[in-house]
């Protein structure tokens, strides 16, 4: 099993930033990738970034280089930082990883950031 607990969202004005932090506990060896998906009111979930053990990533098209991700193996922590925020980013961002190698087996709670115009 795998626990994942997310901090950092919250209320920003358009064009700032904020910083979502998710530490993972429990079997995090079995941990093949960690990252991030979003979910806004009305639409579905769509990845934000993700990252494996040996530092790769991947991020969704939206993103457009200003959300890098980043982890520190040794906190089991994976950071996503968020910069040139808009209103189309207000969304439950939530952590995830992924043990098997299908896809998410582990969620964190969510999020909330809200981005105002």
């Known amino acids: 099993q795998v626990q994942l607990v997310e901090s950092g969202g919250g209320l920003v004005q358009s064009g700032g930033s904020l910083r979502l932090s998710c530490a993972a506990s429990g079997d995090t060896v079995a941990i093949n990738h960690m990252g991030w998906y979003r979910q806004a009111p009305g639409k579905q979930r769509e990845l934000v970034a993700t990252t494996t053990s040996g530092g790769l990533t991947r991020y969704g098209d939206f993103v457009k280089g200003r959300f890098p991700i980043s982890k520190d193996n040794a906190k089991n922590t994976v950071y996503l930082q968020m910069n040139s925020l808009k209103p189309e980013d207000t969304a439950v961002y939530y952590c995830?990883?992924?043990?098997?190698?299908?896809?998410?087996?582990?969620w964190g709670q969510g999020t909330q950031v809200t981005v105002s115009s």
């Open positions: 995830y990883a992924d043990v098997v190698g299908l896809g998410p087996d582990y």
